[in-house]
């Protein structure tokens, strides 16, 4: 999954960063808020974490921006102002969730976890799919109760999959959330994780909709 950090502190971006890429995400980095528009319209993100007090444009600008072109990703806004009424603005202006400055990487990565899973339609920090199991919080997955070993990438995908609820998702899309935006973004690449699920899964898990994509399906 892809996160654009909207940060123009370069240090505490970074940070955010590599504690993202740790625990398996994409990630993306604007430090002003023009860019960091345009970014959110023009690419594909999971979810966003933005600072307000950005140059060129205000973050809550931003996020107004973006909810009137019915973009509708979760965002969760890092400000050093936290007092009530500024929450309540970046509430009202779109954001999911405020995080005040300072604060504490644990905290940010629970709160990133939970708008993500209820962005998937997940209230809890599981996903079920038939027989499959994925635990979102421990970045693990079992079949039937046995646990299943997967790399980073092939988690992403599969956990990508059962967020999008059946829906047949295209190979530009499923990029979009595996890689970041420089990758050398080869078709055949996504087969071949595609076909290595599907042999550690299960072939009934993982459809393919010829010509469109694919889409994970209880199994009948």
């Not at 955010?16 to 740790?22: G, R």
């Amino acid at each position: 999954m892809r996160i654009l950090i909207v940060e123009d502190e370069a240090a505490i971006a970074r940070n955010i960063a590599e504690t993202l890429q740790a625990a398996g995400f994409v990630t993306s980095i604007s430090g002003d808020g023009e860019d960091a528009w345009f970014k959110g319209a023009t690419e594909n993100y999971a979810a966003v974490i933005m600072d307000l007090g950005l140059p060129k444009l205000d973050g809550l600008s931003v996020i107004k921006r973006w909810r009137s072109e019915g973009l509708d990703f979760p965002v969760i806004v890092l400000s050093a102002r936290g007092s009530w009424a500024e929450r309540v603005d970046g509430i009202d202006s779109g954001a999911d969730d405020y995080l005040a400055k300072p604060f504490q990487m644990q905290e940010l990565m629970a709160r990133l976890r939970a708008l993500l899973r209820r962005s998937g339609g997940a209230a809890k920090s599981t996903l079920t799919v038939g027989p499959l199991l994925i635990d979102l919080k421990d970045r693990t997955v079992s079949v039937n109760g046995t646990a299943i070993a997967l790399t980073p990438l092939e988690f992403r995908l599969v956990q990508y999959l059962a967020m999008q609820q059946g829906r047949v998702t295209t190979q530009t899309e499923i990029a979009d959330a595996l890689y970041d935006h420089d990758h050398n973004r080869d078709a055949n690449a996504i087969e071949a994780v595609v076909s290595r699920l599907r042999r550690k899964l299960g072939n009934d898990l993982i459809r393919t909709r010829r010509g469109f994509g694919y889409y994970l399906q209880n199994p009948a």
